[in-house]
Nanobody, 124 residues
Framework: QVQLVESGGGWVQTGGSLRLSCAAS????????SAWFRQRPGKDREFVAG????????YYSDSVRGRFTISRNNGKATIYLQMDKLKPEDTAVYFC?????????????????WGQGVQVTVSS
């Protein structure tokens, strides 16, 4: 089993930055993709960013590309989401996801483990 603990959420003004962390413990069974998803108020969960195990390939939604950066430190069993130039529409609960299958990084159902979610609030 893998347990994920998220940290780094909070409040920030428009244009500000936050860095989310997701620390994993335990042993993954597939450990191919890791990702960040978010759920904005009144909306369904959506893909934000993903990374393969090696860290060499990264994937971003159109809404965050150029502003968010996902990274992975395998030695620390941690993935990060650096969020810059935040906008009010980025306000959401952010979830990290771990051990995604080879279906691809975008599919939430492909992930076996999820963090508890952290609130990110961006004020206009």
């Amino acid at each position: 089993q893998v347990q994920l603990v998220e940290s780094g959420g909070g409040w920030v003004q428009t244009g500000g930055s936050l860095r989310l962390s997701c620390a994993a413990s335990g042993r993954a069974t597939r450990d191919y993709y890791s990702a960040w998803f978010r759920q904005r108020p009144g909306k369904d969960r959506e893909f934000v960013a993903g990374v393969i195990k090696s860290g060499g390939a990264k994937y971003y939604s159109d809404s965050v590309r150029g502003r968010f950066t996902i990274s992975r430190n395998n030695g620390k069993a941690t993935i990060y989401l650096q969020m810059d130039k935040l906008k009010p529409e980025d306000t959401a609960v952010y979830f990290c996801a771990y051990d995604g299958s080879r279906l691809g990084p975008y599919v939430a159902s492909a992930y076996d483990y999820w963090g508890q979610g952290v609130q990110v609030t961006v004020s206009s």
